[in-house]
Nanobody, 123 residues
């Protein structure tokens, strides 16, 4: 019922920054809590950051806390992930996801997923 499309990935040097965007189509995502997840080669998909429906509360994985910032625009049609001080271990495919009700870190509890955008942090 909702389609999510990520963009903004690319190649960046360690210490650099990227801003990922997640655009919704077909239905506003204002009703949904939103999250960013990532999956590195050979790894399980992991929670990165989440934001509540209102955008008033956020949650971050310990590995990115203080470096990444999740946000959503005022009309709730897009979600962003500002990534600063990037490290090689941040290299992964990044996915945005949405769910009804409360914010969660659990991958299996998200209802809608984008196709992902590749982030590569390398010298």
């Amino acid at each position: 019922q909702v389609q999510l499309v990520e963009s903004g990935g690319g190649l960046v040097q360690p210490g650099g920054s990227l801003r990922l965007s997640c655009a919704a189509s077909g239905r506003t995502i204002g009703t949904y809590a939103m999250g960013w997840f990532r999956q590195a080669p050979g790894k399980e998909r992991e929670f990165v950051a989440g934001i509540t429906r209102s955008g008033s509360n956020t949650d971050y994985a310990d590995s990115v806390r203080g470096r990444f910032t999740i946000s959503r625009d005022s009309d709730k049609k897009a979600v962003y992930l500002q990534m600063n001080s990037l490290r090689p271990e941040d290299t992964a495919v990044y996915f945005c996801a949405g769910r009804l009700f409360a914010l969660t870190r659990r991958t299996d509890e998200y209802n809608y997923w984008g196709q992902g955008t590749q982030v590569t942090v390398s010298s």
